[in-house]
């Protein structure tokens, strides 16, 4: 199975990536971590990108395809792919069309999670974790038992990063809304778009995903 996780920063997307992976044995598809490791690995598709950031230029439509094709023809027999920010064009939306059909693969499904902008803006500007063991708090949602020592470690620092605040969130949703906006409704058109509530607690998310992969 080969399916698309929409959503924007803070929308639980790499959990839910993460679940399927350990529920289903998928191969989570990232662009970056892709472009990383062929660089490092010095691969043709690798030696090609690193001459073209070292220019300061970005990477073609046409080495990210070549990226993916290596990375399907890596998997394991039977083994699915979760594209991770790709494609984010109508033009590479069709190109992956295509090289999931030169090797006899198909996109099963196209799995957006909604979210509440106002919301997500609490959710992420809330944030923040033990400076000591990395443990994970928030502001409303979940605040240590004792103000000022962490749960975890008993650790007293605590940071917040610094691009959790409100102007980067906003910048990051219209950004995200303008990249899915020419792909959706090619997808949409396939009848394979699903959305789930993504302000949901993460559990039902992942319910409600697994019901839709179900429906094959």
Not at 26 to 44: C, H, I, Y
Not at 180 to 198: F, H, K, W
Request: hydrophobic share 40%; charged share 25%.
């Amino acid at each position: 199975m080969n399916i698309i996780l929409l959503g924007p920063p803070g929308a639980g997307k790499g959990t839910q990536a993460q679940r399927l992976v350990e529920r289903h044995g998928m191969k989570q598809l990232s662009t970056g971590d892709m472009l990383r490791a062929a660089v490092k690995a010095g691969t043709p598709v690798g030696l090609k990108a690193k001459a073209v950031m070292e220019a300061g230029q970005l990477v073609s439509d046409e080495i990210v395809s070549a990226l993916i094709g290596d990375e399907l023809d890596a998997l394991a027999a039977g083994q699915g792919a979760i594209f991770d920010g790709y494609p984010r064009t109508a033009p590479q939306a069709e190109s992956l069309g295509e090289i999931l059909a030169s090797r006899g693969k198909v996109l099963d499904h196209v799995i957006e999670l909604d979210v509440n902008e106002d919301a997500l803006v609490e959710r992420i500007t809330g944030r923040y974790t033990c400076a000591t063991c990395g443990k994970g708090y928030h502001d409303t949602f979940e605040k240590p038992a004792v103000e000022g020592t962490c749960d975890k470690c008993g650790g007293h620092e605590f940071k917040r990063r610094p691009d959790d605040n409100e102007e980067t969130v906003r910048t990051r949703m219209a950004e995200y809304r303008a990249k899915t906006a020419p792909i959706l409704p090619i997808y949409e058109a396939q009848g394979i778009v699903s959305r789930v509530n993504g302000m949901a607690d993460m559990d039902d998310v992942t319910a409600a995903i697994e019901a839709i992969l179900g429906k094959r």
